[in-house]
């Protein structure tokens, strides 16, 4: 499953990615199973808003592509992987550094293979917390994924059916 990334050269790439590194966001770490991953965001004088707090923007921007990324690190080359959708409930001010863990559990991981098996697509829903060093929450976040298999890896006795399922579900 993990021979498509690998945790240290993603946590390499994204810290040096001008739109983590421009909005004071830093990968603290990346478990080797993508499991888990914990990133901070930095309270600078350039992404502060008018109110001298975390800029909303930023603070979004911290959950971006995390659980993609983790995804595609635990399914592999086998798997389209997108965000779908995102929502952001601002709770609190971010007055200084922030903090998100993304956590994905065996559990998910293996919903998203069975309900992708048969090349349906699948949309999983995550929620993470933004908090303060004191685990204080500041925001919570939901992101939708698209997941499906690439179609030379799914069943071909099965691919009409699953085309037709989804052309009829937009």
């Known amino acids: 499953m993990f021979d498509y990334y690998k ?3 993603v946590k390499l790439a994204l810290n040096l990615w001008p739109p983590f590194w421009g909005a004071g966001i830093k990968i603290l770490f990346i478990s080797d199973d993508f499991r ?3 990133l901070q965001l930095k309270l ?3 992404n502060k808003n008018a109110n001298r ?3 909303g923007g930023s603070i979004f921007s911290l959950t971006d592509p995390v659980y993609s990324l983790m995804l595609m690190g635990i399914l592999g080359k086998r798997y389209f992987v997108w965000d779908k959708q995102a929502h952001i409930e601002f709770i609190r001010p971010g007055d200084g550094d922030l903090f998100a863990e993304f956590v994905i559990s065996q559990a ?4 998203i293979i069975a309900a992708t098996a048969e090349g349906r697509k699948y949309l ?5 917390s933004v908090t ?5 929450v500041v925001a919570q976040v939901t992101r939708i994924l698209y997941v499906r298999k690439k179609p030379q890896y799914r069943s ?8 037709i399922e989804i052309k009829s579900a937009n």
């Open 36 to 38: 888990y991953v914990r």
């Open 124 to 128: 999983p829903e995550f929620r993470v």
């Open 108 to 111: 998910c991981i293996a919903e």
């Open 132 to 136: 303060k060093a004191n685990n204080e």
């Open 156 to 163: 071909q006795e099965l691919e009409p059916s699953a085309d």
């Open 44 to 46: 600078r004088w350039w």
């Open 7 to 9: 945790p240290s050269l």
């Open 53 to 55: 707090t975390q800029y």
